[in-house]
C-alpha cells in the first residue's frame, strides 16, 4: 500500500467538497485523474473508500478513516515547511482562517493586509462561517486558526480573548423605538427587517436564535454589506441587527439610531481559536501572534453624533 501526498490531499478535498468534480479542480487535476487516483487507492486497500450517488460522494467508514490519517500528514508536512523555511528565505505557507461576518468586516482587513504586506510568501484562505461551525471545523483540523464568537461552544479549543463584538438593534431616526433604550428580539420580530444576504454568517446567527424563540423574521430586502443595511434601515425600509461597531461607523451617514438588545446572545465578545497552540507551524503562530497584537479599532467618525441612540 502506498499512497502519496497527492492521494491524500485528494481524499480529503473529496470529504470537503462532496463531490470528485469538485476535488479534482481543487487538486488541480483532471476529474479522470481524479477518479483513477481514486480507484488506485481502493484497490490497493480492497476497500471501497467512497459511495456515489446523485447528490455526490460520501466516505465510507474506511475513507473516513484514511481522511483522518490523511489530515494528520499533510498537516505534519504543513508544520514540517513551515519551520524549516524560517531559516530559509523568510517565511512561507498557507493558513486556513475561518471567521465570523463582525470580524471580517471590522477587524481583520488591516490587520491581515499588514501581515501580508511583511510576508510576500505566505498566502491566507479566508472563509466566512457561522462561529459555531468554525469551532467544529478547528476541532477537526480543516482550518488553522478562528475568529468566533465566545457564544459558540469552543470546548476542546484553546481560547485567546480577541474584542468586545456586541450586537444591537438599528432603527430610523424617527421609528418609535428610537426612544427605548433596551429590547428583545422576540418584541420586535413582527416588523419588518432589513438584512445581509442568506448566506451571512451573522445573518444565519441571528436568524437562527429567532427561530429558536419561535419568532421567525421576515426581511424586506437582504444587501451585502453592512454599510448598505444601516443606510437602508435609515431610509425607513425596516430594522436591522448589526454589529455595535458596524452601527457606530455607519450610524450618523446612515441615519439610525441604536438600541441595546437584552437578549444574552447579543452580548458576546470575539476570540481567536486554535486546536493546539504547542502544535502550530510558524509561520500560522506568527499570523497569530499578529492578529492579537494588532491595534484597537479606530473609533467610528460619527460616535458623538450618535449620542442620543444610547
Known amino acids: 500500500m502506498r499512497f502519496d501526498l497527492t492521494d491524500l490531499r ?16 481543487r487538486s488541480h487535476m483532471t476529474l479522470a485523474a481524479a477518479s483513477e487516483r481514486i480507484r488506485g487507492m481502493e484497490d490497493a486497500l480492497g476497500v471501497p473508500l467512497m459511495t456515489r450517488n446523485r447528490r455526490g460522494v460520501t466516505l465510507t467508514p474506511a475513507g473516513r478513516t484514511l481522511a483522518h490519517h490523511a489530515r494528520t500528514v499533510l498537516l505534519q508536512m504543513d508544520r514540517l515547511r513551515g519551520d524549516l ?15 465570523n461576518t ?38 477537526a483540523g480543516l482550518c488553522d486558526l478562528g475568529v468566533i ?22 432603527v430610523p431616526r424617527g421609528h418609535e423605538l428610537a426612544a427605548r433604550t433596551r429590547v428583545n428580539l422576540a ?34 430586502i437582504r444587501l451585502r454589506s453592512l454599510e448598505a443595511v444601516c443606510r437602508m434601515v435609515g431610509q425607513g425600509i425596516g430594522i436591522g441587527v448589526v454589529p455595535q461597531a458596524a452601527a457606530l461607523r455607519y450610524g450618523r451617514a446612515a441615519g439610525i439610531r441604536r438600541v441595546a438588545l437584552a437578549d444574552t446572545w ?19 503562530r506568527e499570523l497569530m501572534l499578529h492578529i492579537l497584537a494588532g491595534p484597537s479599532p479606530k473609533p467610528a467618525r460619527h460616535r458623538c453624533a450618535d449620542r442620543r441612540s444610547r
Do not use: M, N, W
Open 10 to 25: 485528494l481524499c480529503l478535498d473529496v470529504q470537503e467538497t462532496g463531490t470528485i468534480t469538485a476535488a479534482a479542480a
Open 85 to 99: 523555511q524560517q531559516y530559509g528565505h523568510g517565511l512561507k505557507g498557507l493558513v486556513r482562517l475561518q471567521c
Open 102 to 139: 463582525s470580524a471580517l468586516s471590522e477587524y481583520l482587513p488591516e490587520a491581515l493586509a499588514a501581515f501580508l504586506a511583511r510576508h510576500p510568501a505566505i498566502s491566507i484562505d479566508l472563509e466566512e462561517r457561522v462561529s459555531r461551525d468554525i469551532a467544529d471545523a478547528l476541532r
Open 149 to 170: 464568537a465566545d457564544t459558540a461552544d469552543l470546548s476542546g479549543l484553546q481560547i485567546h480573548p480577541y474584542r468586545p463584538d456586541p450586537l444591537t438593534l438599528i
Open 187 to 220: 418584541e420586535v420580530a413582527h416588523l419588518d427587517f432589513v438584512g445581509l444576504e442568506e448566506s451571512s454568517a451573522l445573518q444565519s446567527h441571528v436568524a437562527g436564535h429567532a427561530r429558536r424563540a419561535g419568532k421567525p423574521l421576515a426581511y424586506r
Open 266 to 284: 447579543a452580548h458576546r465578545s470575539l476570540v481567536l481559536g486554535v486546536r493546539d497552540d504547542d502544535d502550530l507551524p510558524g509561520y500560522i
